[in-house]
């Protein structure tokens, strides 16, 4: 008689990291926290993306940036940390006031880590916070985008259960190449509220 094998994705378990990681949602950015963030920031555009920008910026481009992010009141910056020190970032865009037909819906964008803090688990500790900050803001969809040469990116958003809805051909254009782009959402649940599935009803759609 054949036993069935159970597989568990879950083993053999990792083993608990060194390092300490933390992401937190940020009002204000001191001093030390820019300087790695601008640090960060050129260090994942030098090695390939997480950013509209394709060449690395200068220290006070990327300053007015990420100042410009804390005063737009649709978006949230999110720091990710290893260590304490800032090492990549993400931003939650809230649709305007205006676009009631897409009041549920939020979007990810600009989510990196620094290569030098790369595979310790702080993507997807960013992405859970955004995730979990979307909710509880009530939001039911977060929507996001990335360049079909992300492929770490990929892995990262499929593996967390973002659902590819489509692509676009024409996406980006890097060092001269066009490049195709992919679109993902995640259906989530709003902390204390009517399940997802009972608030938005049947999906649309073709
Ligand atoms: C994608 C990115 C954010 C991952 O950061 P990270 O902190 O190294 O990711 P994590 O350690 O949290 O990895 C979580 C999971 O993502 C997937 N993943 C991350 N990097 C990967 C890679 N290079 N190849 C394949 N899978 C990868 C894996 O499933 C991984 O889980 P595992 O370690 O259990 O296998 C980072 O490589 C990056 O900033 N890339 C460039 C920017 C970018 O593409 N941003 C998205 C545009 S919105």
Redesign the pocket.
Known sequence: MSVPVQTRPDWPP?PPSAHALSVERADTLSDADMAQLCEATNA?IA?????GWVEAQSRATLERHFRGVLLVPERELFL?RLDGEVV?S?QLVRPPRNNEAQAFAAQ????????Y???????????RRVEERAASLGFRVLN????ST????????E??GYVRWGAHPAYARVDGQTVAGFFYYRLLEVPGGRSTEAALGELGGD
């Open positions: 990792k994942a090695e390939g993306g997480g950013f990710a990549g993400a990810l964008s600009h989510a990196y880590i620094a290569p803090a790369r595979g310790f688990g702080l993507a997807r500790l960013l992405m996001l985008d990335v360049r992300q492929t770490g990116a990929i892995s990262l958003f593996g967390l």
